[in-house]
C-alpha cells in the first residue's frame, strides 16, 4: 500500500509539471498523454524515493495537504522551466510594437494562442534551443533528483522563496529586454533620422514614410540579431536545472 501510495504522489507531482512543461502543455498535446507521461515517470522514479509514505499512518487533512504540496511542487518546476517562453513573448510584443506590427497576429502551434508575429518567431527559436539543448531530457533527470533535496511531504513556503521567485520573474524582463534591446535602440534612431528629415524637407509626409522605413529597418535587424538572441536564450536555459534544484532547496528548508 505504501509502495501504491508513493507512487500516486509521484504522479501527482509529475502531472502538475506536464500540465505546464514546454512541448507537452499546449493544446495539440491531448490530456491523456500528459497523463500517460506522468504515470510512465512515477513508474520509474517511485521506485527509488525513500522513506515511502504510508497513508495508513495519515489523517484526511494531512492527506489533502500533501496532495496539494506535491501539485504546488509540481507546478512550480513547470512554471520555471516556462520563463524562458515568456520571455520570448514579451520580447516579442516589444519588437512588435516598435516596428509596427501590433495588429498582426498569428496562432502558436504549441499553445494555439494569438500571438505577435515576432512573439511567434522566438517562440520557435526558444522550442528548438529546447530540443537541441536535449532540456526535456535534462528536465526528467533533474525531476528524479529533486526527491533528494525535496522528499515527499518535505516542503514548506519561506520569505527566502518568495524573495527567490520574485527575482527570477525579474530575469524575465532582463532577457526580454536583452532580446528586444537592438529593435529598440533601431527604433529610436529611426524615429530621431525621421524627425530631422521632417525638419529638412518639410513636404515629405514623414508620418506616412515611417511605417515602411520601420518596418523594413526592425526585420533588417531582428534577422541580423537572430544569432545574439539564440545565445541569450540557451544561456537562459542552460540555468534551469539549478535554478529548480535552488528552488527545492528553498523549498525543503
Not at 495508513?56 to 495537504?65: E, P, R
Not at 525579474?170 to 529610436?188: E, T
Request: hydrophobic share 60%; net charge neutral; charged share 10%.
Amino acid at each position: 500500500m505504501a509502495g501504491f501510495f508513493t507512487w500516486l504522489l509521484v504522479f501527482v507531482r509529475a502531472g502538475a509539471l506536464f500540465l505546464i512543461f514546454p512541448l507537452f502543455s499546449g493544446t495539440n498535446v491531448p490530456a491523456r498523454v500528459r497523463v500517460a507521461l506522468a504515470a510512465i515517470l512515477a513508474l520509474l522514479v517511485a521506485p527509488g524515493v525513500a522513506n515511502p509514505v504510508d497513508p495508513a499512518n495519515l489523517q484526511l487533512l494531512q492527506l489533502v495537504v500533501l496532495f496539494l504540496g506535491e501539485i504546488t511542487l509540481g507546478l512550480f518546476m513547470g512554471y520555471i522551466c516556462r520563463f524562458v517562453f515568456y520571455a520570448v513573448q514579451l520580447a516579442g510584443h516589444f519588437i512588435s510594437t516598435e516596428i509596427g506590427l501590433q495588429t498582426s497576429t498569428v496562432i502558436t502551434p504549441t499553445d494555439s494562442v494569438p500571438v505577435d508575429v515576432p512573439a511567434a518567431v522566438l517562440n520557435l527559436l526558444a522550442m528548438m534551443l529546447f530540443l537541441s539543448l536535449d532540456m526535456h531530457h535534462i528536465m526528467i533527470m533533474a525531476f528524479q533528483q529533486t526527491y533528494a533535496i525535496l522528499p515527499i511531504g518535505g516542503g514548506r513556503l519561506s520569505d527566502a522563496l518568495f524573495d527567490n521567485v520574485t527575482l527570477r520573474i525579474g530575469k524575465i524582463f532582463i532577457l526580454a529586454v536583452l532580446i528586444a534591446a537592438p529593435l529598440m535602440a533601431i527604433g529610436f534612431l529611426v524615429s530621431v533620422v525621421l524627425m530631422m528629415l521632417g525638419r529638412a524637407v518639410p513636404q515629405m509626409n514623414i508620418f506616412f514614410e515611417s511605417f515602411t522605413i520601420r518596418l523594413l529597418a526592425g526585420m533588417v535587424v531582428f534577422g541580423f540579431t537572430l544569432n545574439l538572441t539564440a545565445q541569450h536564450v540557451a544561456n537562459f536555459l542552460r540555468k534551469v536545472p539549478q535554478d529548480i534544484f535552488e528552488v527545492g532547496r528553498l523549498v525543503g528548508g
